[in-house]
DNA sequence: TCTGGGGTCCTAGGACCC
DNA sequence: TCTGGGGTCCTAGGACCC
Protein backbone atom coordinates (compact mmCIF):
# COMPACT_ATOMS: atom_id res chain seq x y z
CA UNK A 1 0.00 0.00 0.00
CA UNK A 2 1.65 3.07 -1.08
CA UNK A 3 2.32 5.54 2.02
CA UNK A 4 3.99 9.29 1.89
CA UNK A 5 5.12 11.03 5.31
CA UNK A 6 5.53 15.36 4.47
CA UNK A 7 8.09 16.82 6.70
CA UNK A 8 7.87 20.41 6.92
CA UNK A 9 9.50 23.00 9.08
CA UNK A 10 7.82 24.78 12.19
CA UNK A 11 7.56 28.86 10.71
CA UNK A 12 10.15 27.58 8.69
CA UNK A 13 11.48 30.87 8.23
CA UNK A 14 11.54 32.03 11.50
CA UNK A 15 12.95 28.99 12.81
CA UNK A 16 16.36 29.95 10.21
CA UNK A 17 16.71 32.97 12.13
CA UNK A 18 16.55 31.24 15.46
CA UNK A 19 18.74 29.03 14.81
CA UNK A 20 21.62 31.78 14.61
CA UNK A 21 20.33 33.77 17.18
CA UNK A 22 19.48 31.95 20.60
CA UNK A 23 18.10 35.19 22.19
CA UNK A 24 15.28 35.08 20.02
CA UNK A 25 14.46 31.51 21.19
CA UNK A 26 11.73 32.35 23.12
CA UNK A 27 10.71 35.67 21.70
CA UNK A 28 7.82 36.26 19.03
CA UNK A 29 9.65 36.11 15.63
CA UNK A 30 8.39 36.98 12.31
CA UNK A 31 10.15 37.36 8.81
CA UNK A 32 8.23 40.05 6.10
CA UNK A 33 7.91 39.52 2.64
CA UNK A 34 9.84 41.25 -0.29
CA UNK A 35 10.22 45.25 0.68
CA UNK A 36 9.12 44.83 4.05
CA UNK A 37 6.00 44.29 3.30
CA UNK A 38 3.62 41.95 5.14
CA UNK A 39 3.83 38.94 7.52
CA UNK A 40 4.79 35.81 5.55
CA UNK A 41 6.15 34.15 8.48
CA UNK A 42 4.96 34.01 12.18
CA UNK A 43 6.00 31.51 15.15
CA UNK A 44 3.18 30.30 17.61
CA UNK A 45 4.42 33.21 19.96
CA UNK A 46 3.86 35.62 17.50
CA UNK A 47 0.47 33.78 15.82
CA UNK A 48 -0.55 34.03 19.48
CA UNK A 49 -0.15 37.74 19.55
CA UNK A 50 -3.06 38.04 16.71
CA UNK A 51 -0.83 38.66 13.70
CA UNK A 52 -1.71 36.97 10.55
CA UNK A 53 -0.68 35.58 7.68
CA UNK A 54 -0.07 38.10 5.39
CA UNK A 55 -0.90 40.92 7.43
CA UNK A 56 0.87 44.22 6.23
CA UNK A 57 3.79 45.50 8.46
CA UNK A 58 2.86 48.92 8.75
CA UNK A 59 -0.28 47.98 10.44
CA UNK A 60 1.45 46.19 13.09
CA UNK A 61 4.95 47.93 13.89
CA UNK A 62 3.47 49.30 17.15
CA UNK A 63 2.07 45.74 17.93
CA UNK A 64 5.62 44.56 17.26
CA UNK A 65 7.35 47.09 19.13
CA UNK A 66 5.66 47.36 22.57
CA UNK A 67 5.34 42.97 22.58
CA UNK A 68 9.22 42.51 21.98
CA UNK A 69 8.70 40.67 18.57
CA UNK A 70 11.92 40.01 16.16
CA UNK A 71 10.85 41.26 13.06
CA UNK A 72 13.03 40.34 9.75
CA UNK A 73 13.68 41.01 6.39
CA UNK A 74 13.50 37.83 4.20
CA UNK A 75 16.65 36.35 3.75
CA UNK A 76 16.19 33.76 1.02
CA UNK A 77 19.80 32.70 0.80
CA UNK A 78 19.69 31.92 3.84
CA UNK A 79 16.35 29.89 3.63
CA UNK A 80 17.78 28.26 0.62
CA UNK A 81 20.56 26.53 2.01
CA UNK A 82 19.15 25.51 5.25
CA UNK A 83 16.18 23.73 2.94
CA UNK A 84 19.26 22.03 1.19
CA UNK A 85 20.67 20.83 4.36
CA UNK A 86 17.48 19.68 5.60
CA UNK A 87 16.50 17.18 2.21
CA UNK A 88 20.29 16.23 2.06
CA UNK A 89 19.26 14.62 5.65
CA UNK A 90 16.22 13.45 4.40
CA UNK A 91 17.74 11.89 1.51
CA UNK A 92 19.54 9.57 3.91
CA UNK A 93 16.10 8.06 4.97
CA UNK A 94 14.49 7.91 2.32
CA UNK A 95 15.39 6.89 -1.55
CA UNK A 96 12.64 8.82 -2.84
CA UNK A 97 12.27 12.14 -1.53
CA UNK A 98 10.20 15.28 -3.54
CA UNK A 99 11.15 18.76 -2.76
CA UNK A 100 7.75 20.22 -2.82
CA UNK A 101 8.79 23.42 -1.51
CA UNK A 102 11.28 25.61 0.28
CA UNK A 103 10.07 23.89 3.59
CA UNK A 104 7.86 20.81 2.62
CA UNK A 105 8.86 17.50 1.22
CA UNK A 106 7.20 14.06 0.74
CA UNK A 107 8.74 11.01 1.04
CA UNK A 108 8.50 7.77 0.05
CA UNK A 109 7.21 5.26 2.69
CA UNK A 110 5.86 2.71 0.98
CA UNK A 111 8.94 0.09 2.47
CA UNK A 112 8.38 0.49 5.78
CA UNK A 113 5.78 -1.49 7.94
CA UNK A 114 2.97 0.60 9.26
CA UNK A 115 3.93 -0.13 12.72
CA UNK A 116 7.26 1.62 12.56
CA UNK A 117 5.89 4.53 10.17
CA UNK A 118 5.45 6.68 13.88
CA UNK A 119 8.62 5.91 15.06
CA UNK A 120 10.46 6.37 11.88
CA UNK A 121 8.91 10.21 11.88
CA UNK A 122 9.94 10.75 15.53
CA UNK A 123 13.79 9.25 15.08
CA UNK A 124 13.92 11.74 11.70
CA UNK A 125 12.27 15.12 13.38
CA UNK A 126 14.60 14.38 16.01
CA UNK A 127 17.90 13.79 13.95
CA UNK A 128 17.04 17.20 12.05
CA UNK A 129 16.54 18.86 15.07
CA UNK A 130 19.58 18.07 16.54
CA UNK A 131 21.64 18.43 13.19
CA UNK A 132 20.47 21.81 11.78
CA UNK A 133 18.46 23.30 14.67
CA UNK A 134 15.62 23.14 13.11
CA UNK A 135 11.89 22.22 14.52
CA UNK A 136 9.77 19.93 11.86
CA UNK A 137 6.34 17.97 11.59
CA UNK A 138 6.18 15.02 10.38
CA UNK A 139 3.08 13.54 9.03
CA UNK A 140 2.13 10.15 7.34
CA UNK A 141 -0.33 9.26 4.74
CA UNK A 142 -1.43 6.71 2.16
CA UNK A 143 -1.95 9.63 -0.52
CA UNK A 144 -0.38 13.11 -0.59
CA UNK A 145 -3.12 14.92 0.06
CA UNK A 146 -4.04 12.73 3.28
CA UNK A 147 -0.31 13.52 4.26
CA UNK A 148 -0.84 17.01 3.93
CA UNK A 149 -4.07 16.40 5.77
CA UNK A 150 -2.09 14.23 8.70
CA UNK A 151 0.05 17.40 8.85
CA UNK A 152 -2.88 19.93 9.61
CA UNK A 153 -3.83 17.87 12.08
CA UNK A 154 -0.22 17.36 13.44
CA UNK A 155 -0.30 21.16 13.75
CA UNK A 156 -3.08 21.63 15.51
CA UNK A 157 -2.86 19.20 18.13
CA UNK A 158 0.62 19.53 19.76
CA UNK A 159 -0.24 16.05 22.05
CA UNK A 160 0.63 14.30 19.14
CA UNK A 161 4.59 15.61 19.49
CA UNK A 162 4.91 16.29 15.66
CA UNK A 163 3.86 13.30 14.45
CA UNK A 164 0.98 12.40 12.98
CA UNK A 165 0.18 9.18 11.20
CA UNK A 166 -3.60 8.86 9.33
CA UNK A 167 -2.66 5.32 7.92
CA UNK A 168 -5.20 3.83 9.96
CA UNK A 169 -8.87 4.51 7.82
CA UNK A 170 -11.27 4.76 11.35
CA UNK A 171 -8.63 7.03 13.03
CA UNK A 172 -8.10 9.24 9.68
CA UNK A 173 -11.93 9.23 9.30
CA UNK A 174 -12.83 10.64 12.93
CA UNK A 175 -9.96 13.78 12.48
CA UNK A 176 -11.60 14.52 8.76
CA UNK A 177 -14.60 14.93 10.20
CA UNK A 178 -13.63 17.44 12.62
CA UNK A 179 -11.27 19.62 10.11
CA UNK A 180 -13.36 22.11 8.05
CA UNK A 181 -13.30 21.86 4.06
CA UNK A 182 -10.96 24.43 3.34
CA UNK A 183 -8.05 22.73 5.14
CA UNK A 184 -7.94 20.36 2.41
CA UNK A 185 -5.13 20.79 -0.01
CA UNK A 186 -6.52 22.00 -3.24
CA UNK A 187 -9.88 23.39 -1.28
CA UNK A 188 -9.60 27.32 -1.88
CA UNK A 189 -12.01 29.76 -0.94
CA UNK A 190 -13.62 29.35 -4.08
CA UNK A 191 -14.80 25.85 -3.88
CA UNK A 192 -15.02 26.03 -0.12
CA UNK A 193 -17.50 28.46 -1.09
CA UNK A 194 -19.29 26.08 -3.88
CA UNK A 195 -18.73 22.99 -1.44
CA UNK A 196 -20.68 24.92 1.57
CA UNK A 197 -23.68 26.16 -0.72
CA UNK A 198 -24.28 22.43 -0.72
CA UNK A 199 -23.70 21.50 2.59
CA UNK A 200 -20.38 19.74 1.88
CA UNK A 201 -18.97 21.50 5.13
CA UNK A 202 -16.29 18.96 6.71
CA UNK A 203 -13.00 17.37 5.16
CA UNK A 204 -14.94 14.31 6.29
CA UNK A 205 -18.15 15.33 3.83
CA UNK A 206 -15.91 15.81 0.96
CA UNK A 207 -14.73 12.33 1.38
CA UNK A 208 -17.89 10.93 1.38
CA UNK A 209 -18.64 12.55 -2.30
CA UNK A 210 -18.95 10.77 -5.55
CA UNK A 211 -15.99 11.46 -7.34
CA UNK A 212 -18.27 12.13 -10.83
CA UNK A 213 -20.00 15.26 -9.05
CA UNK A 214 -16.16 16.19 -7.91
CA UNK A 215 -15.55 16.22 -11.21
CA UNK A 216 -18.77 18.19 -12.41
CA UNK A 217 -18.20 20.48 -9.24
CA UNK A 218 -14.76 21.13 -9.38
CA UNK A 219 -12.95 19.75 -12.43
CA UNK A 220 -10.60 16.97 -12.75
CA UNK A 221 -8.63 18.79 -9.80
CA UNK A 222 -11.79 18.42 -7.68
CA UNK A 223 -12.11 15.02 -8.32
CA UNK A 224 -8.58 13.74 -7.97
CA UNK A 225 -8.99 15.27 -4.25
CA UNK A 226 -11.80 13.33 -3.34
CA UNK A 227 -10.06 10.32 -4.54
CA UNK A 228 -6.77 11.36 -2.51
CA UNK A 229 -8.79 11.88 0.51
CA UNK A 230 -10.22 8.20 0.15
CA UNK A 231 -7.31 6.82 0.42
CA UNK A 232 -6.68 6.34 -3.23
CA UNK A 233 -3.39 7.90 -4.16
CA UNK A 234 -3.07 9.95 -7.22
CA UNK A 235 -0.45 12.53 -7.39
CA UNK A 236 2.72 10.22 -7.54
CA UNK A 237 5.94 10.91 -5.79
CA UNK A 238 7.87 13.65 -8.04
CA UNK A 239 11.28 12.58 -7.40
CA UNK A 240 12.88 14.12 -10.37
CA UNK A 241 11.74 17.86 -10.67
CA UNK A 242 10.11 18.50 -14.21
CA UNK A 243 11.49 21.26 -16.18
CA UNK A 244 10.08 24.62 -15.62
CA UNK A 245 8.23 26.37 -17.98
CA UNK A 246 8.22 30.09 -16.80
CA UNK A 247 10.63 32.55 -15.44
CA UNK A 248 9.05 35.72 -13.88
CA UNK A 249 10.85 38.20 -12.01
CA UNK A 250 8.48 40.72 -10.83
CA UNK A 251 9.10 43.46 -7.44
CA UNK A 252 7.88 46.20 -5.70
CA UNK A 253 9.12 49.49 -5.44
CA UNK A 254 10.88 50.48 -2.73
CA UNK A 255 9.54 54.05 -3.75
CA UNK A 256 7.51 54.62 -6.44
CA UNK A 257 8.98 55.18 -9.82
CA UNK A 258 8.02 57.89 -11.67
CA UNK A 259 10.27 59.25 -14.38
CA UNK A 260 11.18 56.52 -17.64
CA UNK A 261 14.81 56.46 -16.27
CA UNK A 262 14.15 54.60 -13.16
CA UNK A 263 11.67 52.24 -14.82
CA UNK A 264 14.38 51.45 -17.44
CA UNK A 265 16.87 50.48 -14.89
CA UNK A 266 14.63 48.59 -12.99
CA UNK A 267 13.39 46.25 -15.65
CA UNK A 268 16.72 45.93 -16.76
CA UNK A 269 17.53 44.74 -13.24
CA UNK A 270 15.08 41.98 -13.78
CA UNK A 271 15.97 41.14 -16.53
CA UNK A 272 19.61 40.88 -15.34
CA UNK A 273 18.31 38.91 -12.29
CA UNK A 274 16.07 36.76 -14.99
CA UNK A 275 19.24 36.13 -17.31
CA UNK A 276 20.98 34.16 -14.27
CA UNK A 277 18.01 32.42 -13.79
CA UNK A 278 17.32 31.15 -16.91
CA UNK A 279 21.49 30.21 -17.57
CA UNK A 280 20.93 28.15 -13.89
CA UNK A 281 18.65 26.20 -15.56
CA UNK A 282 20.25 25.63 -19.10
CA UNK A 283 17.01 27.60 -21.01
CA UNK A 284 16.36 30.08 -23.36
CA UNK A 285 13.06 32.45 -23.27
CA UNK A 286 11.40 33.02 -26.60
CA UNK A 287 9.60 36.28 -25.94
CA UNK A 288 8.80 38.33 -22.98
CA UNK A 289 6.27 40.00 -21.38
CA UNK A 290 7.15 43.24 -19.79
CA UNK A 291 4.41 44.56 -17.32
CA UNK A 292 4.38 47.85 -14.34
CA UNK A 293 1.05 49.18 -12.99
CA UNK A 294 0.42 51.79 -10.10
CA UNK A 295 -0.54 50.67 -6.45
CA UNK A 296 -4.49 49.70 -6.04
CA UNK A 297 -4.59 50.20 -2.37
CA UNK A 298 -3.17 53.93 -2.53
CA UNK A 299 -6.76 55.70 -3.93
CA UNK A 300 -5.20 59.27 -4.47
CA UNK A 301 -2.92 58.08 -7.31
CA UNK A 302 -4.29 57.60 -10.69
CA UNK A 303 -4.43 53.87 -11.87
CA UNK A 304 -2.85 52.80 -14.69
CA UNK A 305 -1.59 48.98 -15.73
CA UNK A 306 -0.15 48.23 -19.08
CA UNK A 307 1.74 45.46 -20.02
CA UNK A 308 3.02 43.89 -23.67
CA UNK A 309 5.05 41.40 -25.33
CA UNK A 310 8.56 41.57 -27.24
CA UNK A 311 9.42 38.28 -29.09
CA UNK A 312 12.83 37.39 -29.62
CA UNK A 313 14.39 37.05 -33.28
CA UNK A 314 15.55 33.36 -31.26
CA UNK A 315 15.80 32.25 -28.08
CA UNK A 316 18.34 33.75 -25.98
CA UNK A 317 19.42 33.75 -22.38
CA UNK A 318 21.76 36.66 -22.75
CA UNK A 319 22.16 39.33 -20.08
CA UNK A 320 22.12 42.13 -22.90
CA UNK A 321 19.16 40.67 -25.20
CA UNK A 322 17.08 40.34 -22.35
CA UNK A 323 17.88 43.69 -20.95
CA UNK A 324 16.92 45.15 -24.90
CA UNK A 325 13.68 43.22 -24.89
CA UNK A 326 13.07 44.23 -21.37
CA UNK A 327 13.33 48.10 -22.22
CA UNK A 328 11.50 48.12 -25.15
CA UNK A 329 9.06 47.29 -23.55
CA UNK A 330 9.43 49.42 -21.08
CA UNK A 331 9.61 52.43 -23.30
CA UNK A 332 6.92 51.39 -25.14
CA UNK A 333 3.98 51.19 -22.41
CA UNK A 334 5.85 54.06 -19.71
CA UNK A 335 3.44 57.27 -19.05
CA UNK A 336 4.31 59.87 -17.73
CA UNK A 337 2.32 61.30 -14.71
CA UNK A 338 2.23 57.87 -13.07
CA UNK A 339 3.60 56.88 -9.62
CA UNK A 340 4.39 53.22 -10.54
CA UNK A 341 4.36 51.10 -7.50
CA UNK A 342 5.00 47.74 -9.16
CA UNK A 343 6.81 46.09 -12.53
CA UNK A 344 7.93 42.98 -13.79
CA UNK A 345 9.06 40.82 -16.68
CA UNK A 346 7.52 37.32 -17.47
CA UNK A 347 8.59 34.68 -19.87
CA UNK A 348 7.21 31.49 -20.77
CA UNK A 349 7.47 28.66 -23.45
CA UNK A 350 10.95 28.49 -22.08
CA UNK A 351 13.16 26.32 -24.22
CA UNK A 352 16.45 24.19 -23.70
CA UNK A 353 19.29 26.13 -24.31
CA UNK A 354 21.23 23.44 -26.12
CA UNK A 355 18.62 22.35 -28.50
CA UNK A 356 17.64 25.27 -30.13
CA UNK A 357 18.62 25.24 -33.81
CA UNK A 358 20.35 28.25 -35.08
CA UNK A 359 20.88 30.02 -37.81
CA UNK A 360 22.92 29.35 -40.65
CA UNK A 361 24.09 33.26 -41.19
CA UNK A 362 23.99 33.97 -37.40
CA UNK A 363 24.11 37.99 -37.40
CA UNK A 364 25.59 37.53 -33.39
CA UNK A 365 28.50 36.10 -32.13
CA UNK A 366 27.23 33.20 -29.96
CA UNK A 367 30.59 31.77 -28.96
CA UNK A 368 31.24 35.69 -27.97
CA UNK A 369 27.99 35.73 -25.79
CA UNK A 370 28.34 32.49 -24.05
CA UNK A 371 32.19 33.60 -22.82
CA UNK A 372 30.56 36.88 -21.37
CA UNK A 373 27.73 35.28 -19.77
CA UNK A 374 30.11 32.64 -18.16
CA UNK A 375 32.72 35.12 -17.12
CA UNK A 376 29.88 37.57 -15.65
CA UNK A 377 28.23 34.23 -13.44
CA UNK A 378 31.79 33.49 -12.49
CA UNK A 379 32.30 36.48 -11.13
CA UNK A 380 29.19 36.66 -9.52
CA UNK A 381 29.05 33.60 -7.95
CA UNK A 382 32.56 33.88 -6.62
CA UNK A 383 32.52 37.48 -5.37
CA UNK A 384 28.05 37.63 -4.73
CA UNK A 385 25.14 38.23 -6.59
CA UNK A 386 25.52 42.07 -8.22
CA UNK A 387 29.10 42.33 -8.15
CA UNK A 388 29.77 42.61 -11.86
CA UNK A 389 26.59 44.38 -13.66
CA UNK A 390 25.45 46.36 -16.97
CA UNK A 391 25.75 49.94 -16.21
CA UNK A 392 21.82 49.73 -17.53
CA UNK A 393 20.72 48.65 -14.03
CA UNK A 394 21.70 52.05 -12.58
CA UNK A 395 23.75 53.25 -9.91
CA UNK A 396 21.31 54.85 -6.95
CA UNK A 397 18.37 52.79 -7.86
CA UNK A 398 15.94 54.50 -5.65
CA UNK A 399 13.48 52.20 -6.99
CA UNK A 400 14.88 49.34 -5.07
CA UNK A 401 12.79 47.26 -2.65
CA UNK A 402 13.37 47.83 1.29
CA UNK A 403 15.65 45.04 3.29
CA UNK A 404 15.96 47.10 6.41
CA UNK A 405 15.89 44.32 8.72
CA UNK A 406 17.93 41.53 6.96
CA UNK A 407 19.90 38.87 8.92
CA UNK A 408 23.56 37.89 7.79
CA UNK A 409 24.05 35.15 5.64
CA UNK A 410 25.16 33.08 8.18
CA UNK A 411 25.95 30.06 5.80
CA UNK A 412 26.93 31.30 2.35
CA UNK A 413 28.95 33.83 2.60
CA UNK A 414 32.56 33.73 4.27
CA UNK A 415 32.58 37.96 5.52
CA UNK A 416 29.03 37.17 7.22
CA UNK A 417 29.75 34.03 9.40
CA UNK A 418 27.90 33.90 12.61
CA UNK A 419 31.01 34.27 16.05
CA UNK A 420 30.49 32.16 18.94
CA UNK A 421 32.22 33.18 22.23
CA UNK A 422 33.58 30.82 24.59
CA UNK A 423 34.17 32.43 28.05
C1' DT B 1 4.47 57.01 4.30
C1' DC B 2 4.06 51.72 4.42
C1' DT B 3 -0.06 46.16 1.46
C1' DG B 4 5.18 39.96 -1.66
C1' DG B 5 6.86 36.94 -5.35
C1' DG B 6 6.85 32.97 -8.14
C1' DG B 7 4.97 29.04 -9.68
C1' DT B 8 1.36 25.17 -11.70
C1' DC B 9 -2.75 23.44 -13.77
C1' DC B 10 -7.39 23.71 -15.81
C1' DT B 11 -11.17 25.58 -18.64
C1' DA B 12 -13.51 28.26 -21.98
C1' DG B 13 -13.61 30.41 -26.15
C1' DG B 14 -11.83 32.04 -30.49
C1' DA B 15 -9.10 31.26 -34.71
C1' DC B 16 -7.96 28.22 -37.93
C1' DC B 17 -7.73 24.01 -40.59
C1' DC B 18 -9.35 20.05 -43.34
C1' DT C 1 -35.46 26.27 -46.53
C1' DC C 2 -31.18 24.33 -46.14
C1' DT C 3 -26.30 26.26 -43.71
C1' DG C 4 -20.94 19.96 -40.89
C1' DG C 5 -18.07 18.18 -37.75
C1' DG C 6 -14.07 17.48 -35.60
C1' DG C 7 -9.64 18.52 -34.57
C1' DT C 8 -5.59 21.63 -32.93
C1' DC C 9 -3.52 25.59 -31.11
C1' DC C 10 -3.42 29.73 -28.59
C1' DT C 11 -4.74 32.97 -25.01
C1' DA C 12 -6.93 34.89 -21.06
C1' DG C 13 -8.53 34.19 -16.78
C1' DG C 14 -9.50 31.55 -12.67
C1' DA C 15 -8.02 28.76 -8.90
C1' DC C 16 -4.72 27.11 -6.05
C1' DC C 17 -0.25 26.50 -3.85
C1' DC C 18 3.89 27.97 -0.82
Same mark, same amino acid.
Given at each position: ??????I??????????R?????????????????? /???V???? #??? $?????? %???? @???R???????????????? +???D???? +????????????????I??? @?????D???????? @? /?????????????I????????????????? &?? $???????G???????????Q???????????????S?????????G?????? +?????A??A?? +?????? #?R???E???????P?ED???????????????T????L???????? !????R???????H %????T?????? &????F??????H? !??????????????????????S /???????? /??????? %????N???????Q???L???R???Q??R?????????????????????????? &????? @??R??????T?????P?????
Amino acid at each position: MTSFALIDGNSFYCSCERVFDPAIAKRPVIVLSNND /GCAVARTA #EAK $ALGIGM %GEPY @FKIRDLCRDNGVAVYSSNYT +LYGDMSAR +LNAIYRQWSPDVEVYSIDES @FLDMTDIRPADRVT @F /GRDLRSTVQRWTGIPTCVAIGPSKTLAKFAN &HV $AKKNPELGAVCDLTDAAVRQSWLDRAAVGEVWGVGSASERKLFGLGIETAGD +LARVDARLARN +LLSVVG #ERTVLELQGISCLPLEDVPPQRKGCAVTRSFGTPVTDLAGMLEAVA !AYAMRAGEKLRRH %GLEATYMAVFM &HTSRFNQKDKPHS !AQTTVHFPEASNDTFDLIRAAQS /GARKIFRD /GYRYSKA %GIIMNDLVRAASQPRPLFDARDRDQSERLMTALDAVNGKFGRGSLVPASTGIKR &HWQAK @FDRRSPRYTTNIKELPVALAR
